[in-house]
Every structure is written in C-alpha cells, then in structure tokens.
C-alpha cells in the first residue's frame, strides 16, 4: 500500500528552481514529522529537510540552507519543498518521508516514498 507519493521533479538548469510535493494517501501523514531525503548514485541518502506537524520547526541540512524551503498543507495532505538556485550537486534522487522523530537521520523516519529524480544541469 503506497503511503507517500513525491512528485514534481525534472531537469532543470543551474540557478533554476524546482518545487517537490509528497502528498499522502493514508494516516501516515499524521506523523510529528515529514522529511525530505536526497541520494545520488553511489552515495548514501543524506538528510535535505524536516518539518513538524504544525509548521513551526523546521530544520535544513547546510547545504540547501537559504535556497530551500520546506513547507505543508495538512489540509491537503501534501508537503513541499521548494528548490531555488539549484546547483549541479542537487542532483538526486528525492525521498519524502514519515516519522515520529522530528531529526535528521533516515532511521529517524519509517514511510518512505518511492522518490523522484531531480537533474540539474552546469
């Protein structure tokens, strides 16, 4: 049974922008916590971004800090992340997930989705 379902990425030049959404079919989205995750090929899923249930903690991996942003509509079951000034080193595979942990690290989630590619081009 799918839980979450990331969409919204693509191929983009450098300095562009890109917004994620995961939107949930089932009670996971009632999790305290919604995260994204990125991995690039050969390397480990790195944590991009978490958001509580409310909004009002957010936390951001240096990386993206100031480029990113990571938001929710509980109404709508679906969080987002928006991309601006993406940069070749973006590129990934994107993982939206569920926790009950309001952290950094993947164990600290247990839905995951099944990811969507981001690509950006130098």
């Known amino acids: 049974q799918v839980q979450l379902v990331e969409s919204g990425g693509g191929l983009v030049q450098a300095g562009g922008s890109l917004r994620l959404s995961c939107t949930s079919s089932?009670?996971?989205?009632?999790?305290?916590?919604m995260g994204w995750f990125r991995q690039a090929p050969g390397k480990e899923r790195r944590f991009v971004a978490v958001?509580?249930?409310?909004?009002?903690?957010?936390n951001y991996a240096d990386s993206v800090l100031g480029r990113f942003t990571i938001s929710r509509d509980n109404a709508k079951r679906t969080v987002y992340l928006q991309m601006n000034s993406l940069q070749a080193e973006d590129s990934a595979v994107y993982y939206c997930?569920?926790?009950?942990?309001?952290?950094?690290?993947?164990?600290?989630?247990?839905?995951w989705g099944q990811g969507t590619q981001v690509t950006v081009s130098s």
């Open positions: 089932g009670r996971v989205f009632s999790r305290p916590a």
């Open positions: 997930a569920a926790g009950v942990v309001v952290g950094t690290r993947p164990v600290d989630f247990d839905s």
């Open positions: 958001i509580n249930w409310s909004g009002g903690i957010t």
